[in-house]
């Protein structure tokens, strides 16, 4: 990390500034007012600022030519032209108000705003297209503050999870649209199960921490919120083929209307994804698709989308054990004997090296589908009072597959089976866990301005699962005929309503000064009835009631500072298999988060640092503790936090080179942990709870440092064409030291990692083509060999019997990707 920064402050020093700058004024084209907020861009340079109360703006450090401006707002016209620099006064910029209402309507109701007393980081449309490699979108988010990614197959494509600020996917709200995407009973997303979902994707806004009342799940440790594409008011068709390490290959078509009859457009996408993984078997096979129809108007939008995915993946989520890792012969050995493998899977074990997948039978593939269709429609009554609402309904439906060795019959409610004179009670059996889910509901928000100064915003949203998971045993080795046709050995549904309300406002003060309040409840009513894999009778009702409070206030000292702090409450229900596995009924938690900030948005450096208390009660975490059938329990934990300090910086060191970077520094700690080790006595006929205490311990995977890096060149501007350019990014990533579980164990960690990519992208506008994007990523270019998760567990056959067996999930060492873009 240190030899980077040392590089990046070399390179500082070498490039001398322009001496340019550009001052300007957007106005409204009908009364003559500056335009407070307008986002203005070089896209040349990947330069952007946003207008003051005034409408005025600048940029420095800008040598001699010609550059193209992008103005932007959400309710006037885009403009797009040439300025010549050095200008020599102050530029007027007049914009006309919107043909059609905003699009960010659909979104304004959850999302924070600029000035906002709440931590967020936003990518636009451009940012996105750059890290859309064909991978899932929390490779997409990887370089944004507070994140670490993962991935089950090591390459970002199947598989893969995100946290942010320590806190896992299943603490992390999402929306599309405003629409919720977490799954109900899990609280997780699955990005596999809507690929390429990037390709669509308009704008990204994360929040940390609790962040803004929002639909869906609660907001734990951030909030993703996406927006899919705009209106293209010109007709377009695009092609993007790539090919890469691990025989990856990824096709996009997209395509659209343009305005149609002055009101109407269509817009396409069709995707396929294919890659073999890095880990071995550990394959992808992914289709997905969008399609939306829409009617613009001066003052009402309706719009109609239906997307989602197709997915079949080789498993690869038992992960890798550290002997395997660390080529550790003899640590195998003692893999082998604790799970009791068999030749093949032992001899699997011992020559695969890093890229070992547990699994071997041609099969073990998980196949699922999910299609999301959204009907939005928004209306602007006034210019003080707008409506937005959304219809949903979303259906998921797939299984996985599993062959199990020497199963007994009994543990599928099944007796012994007879051949000839031999009693069998196992046998070698394929099985499939099937998951047949429909999620629907309504989301509302109704934002109403009282002047100038006041917005208030009323929304919620109103949203019912049922989900169906069951089992068939689809072959057996011997005894067929011991099982019946279509047999269903567990069968149980889940049924879910949530429901939210909330009210915030926004005031400004004066020009200095805005206060932020917001109110939300939300009512959980949840059910299971059936019976369980495990064939134990599931009957469960469990109802929530949840407010949670917010309040924050902004100062603006300056055209380009802000000075934040808020504080926020949120409450949240255990998951599915707390419910299911612990005995005992959990108790939900709940979180108070501290959010103090100062943000400068200066057109050559830009800064923000946040400091955040995440204090908790009842915190559900791993100690180590099962039920009687041999589940790990999640056990509350009276008092824990999260506190830490985030900063960022945006630097234009010279019209050629630009850098960003942050970085996270936290202190992750459970005041009090018990851990719970099972020792089963030399002859394992024994059972003894061993209980170890811990005090001010770490949280798992919860790393007290992230930091990420962007370092962009641009080689060269305008040599086949005065549009074209060619760009050459250093990204780097590194994140430090995670426990596994929550004792401080060092022997039980991933080790921290400093990863590097190299990303060339050269692009060409209005020549021959609309567009050309030719992207060259080589990923992990140093071939750091890392992993990036894990888990652990432990148990004893007397105290002179000790098994401790840590898991990891490697990821890819070098590798590649070259991808073309076509539009027309």
Known sequence: MKSLLTSLLVCSTIFAFAQHSLEGVVIDQADGKGIPGAVVEIKSLNKAVTTDLDGKFVFSGLREGTIQLLISHVSYDNFSGEVSIPARQEMEFRLDSRTFLAEEVIVRATRAGETSPVTHSEMNREEIKAMNQGQDLPFVLNFMPSVVTTSDAGAGVGYTGIRIRGSDATRINVTINGVPLNDSESQGVFWVDIPDIASSTQSIQVQRGVGTSTNGAGAFGGTINLQTNHLDQDPYAELINGVGSFRTRRHTFSFGTGILKDHWAIDGRLSKINSDGYIDRASSDLDSYYFSAGYYGAKTIVKALIFGGDERTYQSWYGTPEAVLKNDSEGIEAVIINNGLDEEQAGNMRTAGRTFNWYLYENQVDDYQQDHYQLHASHRFSDRFTAQAALHYTYGRGFY????????????????????????????????????????????????????????????????????????????????????????????????????????????????????????????????????????????????????????????????????????????????????????????????????????????????????????????????????????????????????????????????????????????????????IYDYGPAFDEFNIIENEYADTDIAYSPSIIAASQLTWQVLSGAIHRSDKLELTLLSKYVGDQYLDNTSNENRKIEDYFVNDLRLRYSLEGWVFSGIDLTVQVNNIFGEQFSSNGYTFGYQGGPDYVVRENYFYPQALANYMITLGIRI
């Open 401 to 676: 597959e599993q062959f199990r060795r020497d199963d007994d019959f009994s543990d599928y409610g099944l007796g012994d089976a007879v051949v000839g004179d031999t009693i069998l009670t196992s046998t070698d059996l394929v099985r499939r866990r099937w998951l047949d889910n429909h999620f629907y509901g309504l989301t509302y928000a109704l934002m109403y301005q009282p002047g100038t100064s006041t917005e208030i915003t009323l929304g919620g949203g109103w949203n019912r699962y049922d989900g169906d998971h069951f089992g068939e045993v689809i072959w057996t080795e011997t005894a067929a005929g011991n099982v019946p046709k279509d047999y269903r050995y567990y069968d149980n549904t889940g049924v879910k309503t949530d429901l939210n309300t909330y009210v915030k406002a926004v005031h400004q003060i004066n020009g200095q000064w805005q206060v932020f309040g917001d109110l939300q409840y939300r009512r959980i009513d949840y059910s299971i009835a059936g019976i369980d894999n495990d064939l134990r009778d599931l009957e469960l009702d469990a109802q929530y009631d949840f407010f949670n409070p917010k309040a924050g206030i902004s100062f603006m000292p300056g055209d380009r500072n802000t000075v934040y702090a808020s504080f926020a409450v949120a409450n949240r229900e255990p998951v599915r298999t707390d419910f299911i596995d612990n005995p005992d009924m959990p108790q939900p938690e709940k979180l108070n988060n501290l959010e103090i900030g100062y943000r400068n948005t200066g057109s050559v450096i830009s800064f923000e640092a946040n400091a955040y208390w995440m204090d908790y009660s009842n915190q559900l975490v791993l100690t180590g503790e099962l039920n009687d059938v041999g589940s790990p329990l999640r056990r509350n934990v009276d008092d824990s936090y999260r506190a830490g300090i985030e900063l960022q910086a945006g630097w234009s060191i010279s019209p050629n080179f630009t850098w960003q970077a942050n970085a996270t520094f936290s202190r992750n700690k459970i005041r009090s942990f018990t851990e719970i």
